[in-house]
């Protein structure tokens, strides 16, 4: 075997993340760790490279690693050539880096690996979330290494980027290197994964072959989960609760459309094609050149940061919930209270009673940390839970438009299950959602209507509910004569 771990533990301070685990995998297999948030998968591949040290067990590896980890680890003030050639720049004959090579050097490992459409010379902060993830990944792969350790590195990928990926595990697992990632996107497991090992609570509960999306969840779980997808069948949109008319903003040109009360609407298409200028702009993140919008049948030109849109109704759930929808270092209840605090504070002074009542409520509600105090930093929940404490802030506003943009990046299959049944339960009280997701089969199976975006405009509304995926992606790439 390649790498062994026997008996591991590891504790955060209360939070046991890993009890009494053990796996093993050998070279030339791509192996897959399943579970949910928080159920030690990202403990152990910490364990297993070495950046932790284990409380309790024993570890071997043999050979070279290099690992993806989940959190991005790109330095946001130097360049893409910068980050990619930190560890082994291009050196001059007194053994001073060569700036000057830099962009270049970087330009033929990013071609090498077949990275497209990163320019080396980019700041990292100015790159979109996947083309980090993508320089993170060449970085792994460029060192060839015997062991490799990737921890959800499709989570914010695109498609193409997913496939492009795979093409590189199994180059590597044929050239006799040992490949262990997570995912919580079962069809990427079932597609690469020569043997799957599910964690639940902090150990190892099985290693199979094969293993069915149903048996993995009642693994994970202990439990068996329902349909996938909640029936909408029964939810009647109502009246307008937004229209957007002719808006035009970063890469949007000209969108326009309503969003009913009750409805569950879909933004599909492939990925970078004005979703998020689309998802930014009617929160007042972004600067619209043309157009407009009105909520709540008052005009609502006038929403021109985010303040705006929170005082017409409109919440903003964002992907990257550790970058942009979270404050890590401070509660889980001063994160959900934020943007409620005016609603609970007496002459400048915050009621604080009032607030623990109305954060633990929704605490409770939502199952965010099964238990766990809201005075505990927002850190310390898993990646599932963090998302639920964001979407947990929006609820306490009581919002009438829910802007949703790729909620479940990067979480287990039971609390996607729980986002579905909770977004259901928000069109049913009447509440309108405006819903993207990195994954189509989730807008093709939660959404009564999908508008499909490319190039900045909507080339085709799906009535549905549209039930497959295929449909949303043909008419993503259908030429506009055909549609």
């Not at 270049?104 to 990292?124: C, F, I, M, N, Q």
């Not at 990427?188 to 969840?217: H, K, P, S, W």
């Not at 009617?282 to 919008?293: N, R, S």
Request: some cysteine; charged content about 25%.
């Amino acid at each position: 075997m390649t790498v062994v771990a026997t008996g591991v533990g590891r504790a955060f301070g209360g939070v046991q993340a890993l009890r009494d685990a053990s796996f093993a995998a050998r070279p030339g297999e791509i192996h897959a760790l399943a579970g949910e948030n928080g159920a030690g998968k990202s403990t152990l591949i910490k364990v297993l490279c070495g950046a932790i040290r284990a409380d309790t067990g024993t570890v071997t590896v043999e050979g070279r690693i290099a690992t993806a980890f989940q959190e991005l680890s790109l330095l946001p003030d130097l360049t893409v050539a910068e980050n990619l050639l930190l560890a082994a720049p291009p050196r001059g004959r007194l053994g001073l880096v060569r700036r000057g090579r830099l962009a270049d050097e970087a330009a033929l490992v990013l071609s090498r690996y077949g990275a497209t459409g990163v320019d080396p010379r980019s700041p990292a902060r100015d790159l979109a979330v996947s083309q980090k993830q993508v320089v993170e990944l060449v970085r792994v792969l460029a060192m060839e290494p015997d062991v490799v350790f990737l921890d959800e590195p499709t989570a914010a990928l695109a498609e193409r980027e997913v496939d492009w990926l795979a093409g590189h595990m199994r180059r590597l697992r044929d050239a006799g290197a040992c490949v262990i990632f997570t995912s919580h996107r079962w069809r990427e497991i079932e597609r690469l994964a020569d043997r799957v090992t599910v964690f639940r609570n902090g150990t190892d509960v099985a290693t199979r072959e094969r293993l069915t999306e149903e048996e993995a969840i009642t693994l994970m779980t202990g439990r068996t989960l329902g349909a996938t997808y909640p029936d909408i069948s029964g939810i009647v949109p109502g009246e307008n609760a937004l229209t957007v008319s002719g808006l035009t903003s970063g890469r949007l040109r000209e969108v326009s459309f309503e969003l009913r009360r009750g409805e569950i609407l879909g933004v599909g298409g492939l990925a970078g094609q004005g979703q998020r200028d689309l998802f930014l702009t009617l929160f007042g993140a972004g600067k619209p050149t043309a157009g407009g919008l009105s909520a709540g049948g008052s005009r609502a030109r006038a929403v021109r940061q985010p303040r705006d849109a929170i005082r017409a109704g409109i919440a903003y759930v964002p992907e990257d919930r550790k970058a942009e929808g979270l404050l890590l270092h401070l509660s889980i209840r001063d994160n959900v209270a934020l943007a409620t605090l005016a609603r609970r504070s007496r002459a400048g002074f915050i009621r604080q009673r009032a607030e623990k009542a109305a954060v633990s409520g929704i605490a409770a509600k939502l199952d965010i940390g099964a238990g766990r105090s809201t005075a505990q930093a927002a850190g310390t929940l898993s990646g599932g839970n963090q998302q639920k404490a964001v979407m947990a802030r929006w609820l306490l506003t009581d919002a009438d438009v829910f802007l949703l943009y790729d909620v479940t990046r990067g979480v287990d299959a039971a609390t996607k299950h729980d986002i579905y049944h909770l977004i259901a339960d928000l069109a049913r009280d009447g509440k309108a959602i405006l819903f993207y997701s990195s994954e189509t089969e989730e807008i093709a199976g939660l959404c009564h209507r999908v508008l499909v975006l490319r190039e900045g405009r909507i080339v085709s509304e799906l009535r549905g509910p549209v039930g497959d995926a295929e449909t949303i992606v043909a008419a993503s790439i259908r030429e506009p004569a055909d549609a």
